[in-house]
């Protein structure tokens, strides 16, 4: 990346965080260095901060006010934040199961209306996707990935959910997700996975992080079944590909 990056905005966040924002949009770009601030932050740490948030566009940084002021805060990650991207480690990649359409995607008929396709179609649109895991939050394992084919973008619902299925896998505006808990959502759901991104007495406890990159493999109700109880009780069903 270029050595004249624009400097990140500085906000503000109560009187222990700042927020470094790169972008004002979701921005693959912008996600890079979210990601290598945070990295750095990790490698090059800087007594006082307490805790760092990566999200699509920006970094939540907290810190310890009677450690480190704002102003000698903010000046110490402008600085970070204006280095060169720098290369990351071997990037870990993920082939994550997904049983497509009926009672486990009940949006995928709709979707294909909508888009002008077969359901058929959507499905190997969305399996030959290469995505990278840009964040993860909303709820423990919620893992946000960009890369959705932009013949896949569509507005979210309507009227959101209350509830729908933990691992549930569904797009939303320009990116697709994998949803570990049940819980609301708006966005159109495809299938679910049996994975647990999340899986509190599991080591590690979250599978998935910022930078990983995924592929999504379609499979067939008795294979997730079977998966499903073999993740219930603590296996990654998910396959490494490389790490």
Not at 9 to 28: Q, Y
Not at 47 to 64: K, M, N, Q, W
Not at 85 to 92: E, G, N, S
Not at 196 to 225: C, N, S
Request: glycine share 8%; hydrophobic share 40%; net charge negative.
């Amino acid at each position: 990346m270029s050595a004249t990056l624009p400097p990140p905005r500085l906000l503000p966040s109560g009187d222990s965080a700042i927020t470094v924002e790169f972008s004002r949009n979701i921005d693959d770009a912008a996600n890079q260095r979210v990601l290598a601030l945070d990295r750095l932050l990790a490698r090059d740490t800087i007594a006082g901060i307490t805790e760092t948030v990566p999200t699509y566009r920006s970094l939540l940084v907290h810190y310890d006010p009677e450690v480190i002021g704002f102003d000698a805060l903010s000046a110490k990650l402008v600085a970070l934040a204006l280095r060169p991207v720098p290369p990351t480690a071997t990037t870990r990649r993920w082939r994550i199961p997904v049983v497509y359409g009926g009672e486990h995607g009940i949006d995928l008929e709709d979707v294909a209306r909508a888009l002008g396709a077969t359901p058929d179609e959507i499905v190997a649109r969305h399996v030959a996707g290469h995505y990278r895991v840009a964040m993860i939050g909303f709820t423990p394992g919620w893992s946000y990935l960009s890369g959705l084919d932009p013949s896949l973008h569509m507005p979210r619902r309507q009227n959101p959910r209350l509830l729908t299925p933990a691992g549930t896998v569904s797009i939303g505006g320009v990116q697709t997700g994998v949803q570990c808990l049940a819980g609301p959502s708006g966005w159109h759901l495809l299938g679910r996975t049996p994975v647990r991104t999340y899986q509190l007495h599991r080591d590690p406890i979250f599978l998935l992080e910022p930078g990983d990159a995924v592929t999504f493999a379609a499979i067939d109700a008795k294979t997730f079944d079977e998966q499903d109880r073999a993740a219930e009780h603590g296996e990654i069903v998910a396959e490494l590909i490389a790490a």
